[in-house]
């Protein structure tokens, strides 16, 4: 079958560095999402990666390792509206997103 | 309308009635999703229409129906609903299959 898996929960303080992990099983590999979605509202999109690598975009990154079917998303300086679920979804062989669970940040001060 | 709006925001719904979730987008998107999110799981799909015309099954698509008459819109039907249906339930779209999706706000479902 094919199943993300991330942490359900995760907390971290303002200012400081977060690396949320993501590991997967999919039959077929056609690129990594990682969204954010703050409680109540729709998910957004923050970044893809399909090769293998960091990608940087501001204060948020992502990596991707093909071969180990794992990518991480690096939060730096972490704000209080960083607070929200954080959600990898990996595009499979039929192109269909199959989604973690999403694991909730929660910033302290 | 900017980007992808659903109607109605939020519903309680009789179980054992038909209700339609409405969704427009003005992104001109060829590839369009209906997702239900539920606590503790990940967005599952329940169909999808890659093109005006023609749709798709997705993971969870029994007792749901949807139709894409054109590339704006994509109405996702509960026939007959069920206690079960209580989800949150978001529609999607892509400019292709391969891209990021944009997701509309929601429709909260309750079916009592």
């Known amino acids: 079958g094919q199943n993300i898996d991330q942490p359900t929960e995760m907390t971290a303080t303002e200012g400081a560095i977060v690396q949320i992990n993501c590991t997967y099983q999919?039959?077929?590999?056609?690129?990594l999402f990682w969204y954010q979605q703050h409680a109540g509202e729709a998910p957004t999109f923050l970044s893809y990666n399909v090769l293998d690598g960091l990608e940087e975009k501001g204060r948020f990154s992502s990596f991707l390792s093909r071969s180990k079917g794992y990518s991480y998303l690096l939060l730096k300086e972490l704000q209080m509206k960083d607070s929200a679920s954080y959600l990898c979804a990996v595009r499979d062989s039929n192109y269909q997103l199959i989604w973690g669970a999403g694991t909730k940040l929660i910033i302290k001060p | 309308i900017a980007g992808i709006t659903q109607a109605p925001t939020s519903q309680i719904l009789a179980a054992g009635r038909r209700m339609t979730l409405r969704c427009t987008q003005d992104m001109r998107h060829n590839a369009m999703y209906w997702y239900r999110q539920d606590l503790g799981l990940g967005l599952r799909l329940i169909h999808y229409?890659?093109?005006?015309?023609?749709?798709g099954k997705g993971e969870v698509p029994d007792g749901y129906s949807v139709s894409r008459a054109n590339t704006d819109d994509f109405p996702l039907t509960l026939a007959s609903a069920v206690p079960s249906q209580t989800s949150v339930y978001f529609c999607?779209?892509?400019?292709?299959?391969?891209?990021?999706?944009?997701f509309g706000q929601g429709t909260r479902l309750t079916v009592v």
């Open positions: 229409s890659n093109t005006a015309g023609t749709t």
């Open positions: 999919t039959s077929g590999f056609n690129g």
């Open positions: 999607a779209s892509s400019d292709r299959e391969e891209t990021e999706a944009f």
